[in-house]
């Protein structure tokens, strides 16, 4: 009996804190759109919100109203909360979503079934494995990679010992991006010599450093350019740089952004870092979705762009744009 | 003396009120959660709609399935902490086995006989090697959480499609069963377990067991072997309760689950299981994981953020378990 009373106070206590405002109005219909990422505390996840809000701010300026619903799974990187997350949204019935999927097979069927509850979906980030979405909007992996080739190239003058370390193996993302820069540097640049590009950095900074320097100690002597496809494995490579004095004497392109690569570039110790752009994710994603339910037709894939930052464009208001999205602008 | 006399049905007519009241109170906890979310989202019909309801009970299924074993090892007095991880060790396995070509049920049975294997593991410890449940099923938690990952290789197993994956769909197919057949097997899996736990030999000898131990062996019961038992019972239906992870996800996934042992529990002790032992029931458990399913859906569907969904179940947790302190203090004094 007392815990009936006790679940009923706290339910009225909860109740009049007063967070819930679903006040519905007069006119045109809303659009509820639901926005589920990975997790919610990092940067990367924060940008895209920020860039979603800006989506639904500049469409209701235009007329058409959009409610947005920001909800990450509860427990991050918990496939399982994710799915529980999608499936409350369909039987909810918002008007559609737009999920960052923490697997390509595991959310499919609750996407799949969302789109049979007529609740459309946009993937953004990573992709998914199933065909009942509207679009998929992200970055270009593979073009990442054919950046970061082009300017390990150029800098090498065409020629020179190159590594590559991979990230882990069976990470979809990633793999594009090393394919992609294998691939350009055998095509344009057939001068450079790929001494090593069978090794893997894993999942942390910790084993990326390990691997760092057991790569170092073999080719240490004769390697003049490095490429790594993410932050853990750039982060890695770099303190093992560090570590052995090499820092700034190879040249060094990494992926993804952190203040200590920021720093390392005004140091001249990494020569490039080829940056996603989560922002831009976020909006096109939410954008992308009103376009398809105001019935226009869609790109089924939509890149949101990659850039080289390097020590020289550091400084430029673009790169600083993408570097800090204003996320207070947005967040709050 | 006629005092004494007319006092005895009076004392235990209101006990009889007493234990209906203490059995029915999660049950009016539930309703009352329904309704007040139902209030709360202004629209009751899609709240309470079929699509919205089957939605809740299908991601129910899995702790309540742990739930119905949980509620027997509480009940004996011990606990499992290592649930979470057995949920992923034997998804892992069932993902494994369909990927091997094996036909989908000897998958599904494998990944329950391993459940069953890890409760004779903890069973086992904890009677032959005298380590209390707490720590032996801790031991566990990480032992069976590498194993999972080891013979995964560190990856997510995914599996061909097979009737494993609509275990536990939403919208159920064939659609005549209203729910999915998770939902199903789990209902008749709690009514199972509530008739052996309540009429039953074993099940008196559980209750025995988590009262007073020492009274139990002295009245011949072989304790030792019925914890065993209960261990590797509840193993069982933790392997099952793996399985449909699997079916969930369509994939085994080593890292699924950590900190499931966690809802699990909380589900047992708001449905009135006593961690003292002795105490509790398969219909309370089964409550109390439909409040916290309910609970979730609900918060989401207000637009409350994850942070108060989980100060309102943890909140949650830590007054059932005053209310049960409450309750046992005072059936001490009385």
Not at chain 1, 6 to 35: D, E, F, H, Q, Y
Not at chain 1, 58 to 67: H, K, M, N, P, R
Not at chain 1, 135 to 155: E, Y
Not at chain 2, 267 to 287: D, N, P, R, Y
Request: hydrophobic share 45%.
């Amino acid at each position: 009996m007392r815990k009936i009373i006790s679940i009923l106070t706290m339910l009225a206590a909860i109740a009049a804190l007063g967070c819930n405002g679903s006040g519905s109005k007069t006119g045109k219909k809303k659009l509820t759109i639901a926005v589920i990422p990975k997790g919610t505390s990092h940067e990367f996840w924060k940008s895209i919100h920020a860039g979603s809000i800006k989506a639904a701010r500049e469409l209701s300026a235009q007329g058409e109203e959009v409610e947005l619903i920001w909800k990450g799974p509860l427990r991050e990187d918990d496939r399982e909360q994710q799915i529980q997350v999608v499936e409350g949204f369909t039987s909810q019935g918002v008007d559609g979503m737009v999920l960052a999927p923490l697997d390509d097979r595991a959310l499919a069927r609750p996407v799949e079934e969302a789109k049979s509850a007529r609740v459309p979906t946009v993937i953004i980030d990573s992709a998914i494995q199933s065909n009942s979405i509207i679009s998929f909007v992200a970055t270009d992996n593979r073009q990442g990679g054919v950046l970061a080739a082009d300017r390990l190239g150029q800098l090498l003058g065409g020629k020179g010992k190159v590594i590559l370390l991979r990230y882990a193996e069976g990470s979809a993302s990633t793999m594009e991006r090393e394919e992609g820069f294998l691939s350009e540097i055998k095509q344009k640049f057939p001068g450079i010599e790929l001494i090593s590009t069978d090794q893997y950095a894993g999942a942390t900074r910790d084993t990326a450093k390990r691997s760092s320097e057991n790569l170092l100690n073999r080719f240490g002597d004769e390697v003049q350019g490095i490429f790594t496809p993410n932050e853990s494995s750039t982060a890695g490579m770099l303190s093992a740089l560090q570590d052995i004095g090499k820092a700034g004497k190879v040249t060094f392109v990494g992926f993804d952004t952190s203040q200590m690569f920021i720093d390392a570039l005004r140091a001249r110790q990494l020569h490039g870092i080829v940056v996603q752009n989560p922002f831009n994710m976020g909006y096109l994603g939410v954008r992308t979705l009103v376009e398809s339910l105001q019935g226009k037709t869609v790109e089924k894939r939509i890149d949101t762009g990659v850039i080289m930052i390097t020590p020289d464009n550091l400084d430029a208001a673009e790169t600083q744009a993408l570097l800090h999205p204003p996320l207070d602008q947005y967040l709050k | 003396m006629v005092a004494d006399t007319k006092s005895i049905p009076a004392i235990s007519r209101s006990n009889f009120a007493r234990t209906w009241l203490n059995r029915l109170g999660p049950l009016l906890g539930l309703m009352l959660v329904i309704a007040v979310f139902a209030i709360l989202i202004g629209t009751p019909e899609r709240y309470l709609s079929l699509k919205n309801i089957r939605t809740v009970l299908a991601q129910t299924v899995i702790v309540a399935i742990g739930a119905i074993g949980m509620t027997m090892i509480i009940i004996s007095g011990g606990i499992d902490l290592s649930v979470g991880s057995a949920i992923a060790l034997t998804g892992v396995i069932t993902a494994l086995g369909i990927n091997a070509g094996f036909s989908p049920t000897v998958a599904l049975c494998a990944g329950i006989l391993v459940g069953c294997f890890v409760g004779l593991m903890n069973g086992l410890a904890i009677t032959r090697l005298r380590v209390v449940p707490f720590i032996a099923t801790l031991g566990m938690l990480g032992v069976a959480r590498g194993v999972a990952k080891g013979i995964a290789g560190s990856q997510t197993v995914n599996m061909p499609e097979t009737w494993v994956n609509n275990l536990l769909l939403t919208v159920p197919r064939p659609a005549w069963l209203l729910v999915a057949p998770g939902v199903w097997i789990a209902i008749a899996l709690a009514v199972i377990a509530a008739i052996v736990l309540r009429n039953t030999v074993f099940g008196r000898r559980v209750f025995a067991l988590g009262s007073n131990e020492a009274a139990a062996r002295a009245c011949g019961i072989a304790t030792d072997r019925l914890k065993i038992y209960i261990y590797a019972l509840a193993g069982l239906l933790f392997g099952l309760a793996g399985v449909m992870q699997t079916s969930r996800l369509r994939q085994g996934d080593p890292t699924v689950a950590a900190g499931l042992e966690l809802d699990i529990i909380a589900a047992v002790v708001i449905g009135g299981g006593s961690l003292k032992g002795g105490e509790g029931s398969i219909f309370g458990s089964m409550i109390g994981a439909l409040i916290m399913a309910f609970l979730r859906n609900g918060c989401q569907q207000v637009g409350w953020p994850n942070y108060i969904q989980e100060i309102i179940i943890g909140a949650l947790i830590v007054i059932a378990v005053a209310v049960d302190r409450w309750r046992s203090s005072r059936g001490a004094l009385a």
